[in-house]
């Protein structure tokens, strides 16, 4: 059976963005309320927005599966040289919350990078035109948003930095990353429109900030 894309009709956006907006402020108040148990809930999360990600997408061809691939198995790949070397992001392992693990690494983190990698792509695409630019732009977005979860991960039980903080060169590689992945989607001419990109980026965002805000009051 051949897919039609989008796969959700434009009608649809709407209540999809509205879906997001609800699963956002409930997993505030969830991580807020419930700390112990909440938070293993998250890969629940990851899947309904890479769903709707792929489910707006305005076409997916040969080149765009490549890419996909390559984001979500070099997202893996990195994290599982780096779990097991403490050499690229420092020494840190990872927690229950991500759900099932193959090599120390939850398979989650696989679709995280991709979801990251597709919602900064759309938005440097809207920021620029010039192909290093929007790679530095796409790459700064992608780190951006790692920032954010840091400070958090060890309470929410995602991974745990030796001494407690992510080092420098944890935020070094996500950037180098990332303008790699952005640069190999700029490269294969890769379709950069997704129409929840933005929503699910700063829904994203947003949880974060709101839970790190909550903590830096407490």
Do not use: H
Not at 14 to 23: E, K, P, S
Not at 129 to 141: F, T
């Amino acid at each position: 059976m051949k897919l039609t894309f989008p796969l959700l009709p434009e009608r649809y956006l709407l209540y999809a963005r509205i879906v997001l907006i609800i699963f956002t402020a409930v997993g505030i108040g969830g991580m807020l309320l419930f700390p112990d148990w909440f938070p293993r809930l998250t890969p629940l999360n990851l899947l309904l927005n890479a769903g709707l990600l792929i489910a707006v997408l305005p076409g997916a061809d040969a080149n765009y599966l490549r890419w996909s691939l390559l984001c979500a198995v070099a997202g893996f790949g990195i994290e599982l040289m780096g779990v097991r070397t403490g050499v690229i992001f420092g020494k840190y392992t990872y927690g229950p919350s991500l759900g099932f693990a193959a090599g120390g690494v939850p398979l989650m983190i696989a679709v995280n990078w991709w979801m990251t990698a597709v919602c900064a792509f759309a938005i440097a695409s809207r920021m620029s035109n010039q192909v290093w630019l929007r790679a530095l732009i796409g790459a700064a977005l992608m780190t951006f948003l790692d920032a954010l979860i840091e400070p958090l991960a060890t309470s929410l039980n995602f991974w745990y930095f030796e001494g407690g903080l992510a080092p420098v060169r944890n935020y070094v590689a996500w950037f180098v990353m990332g303008f790699f992945l952005q640069l190999m989607g700029i490269t294969l001419g890769i379709n950069p429109r997704n129409a929840l990109a933005v929503t699910v980026f700063c829904l994203q965002a947003l949880l974060f900030i709101v839970l790190n805000a909550v903590n830096i009051f407490r």
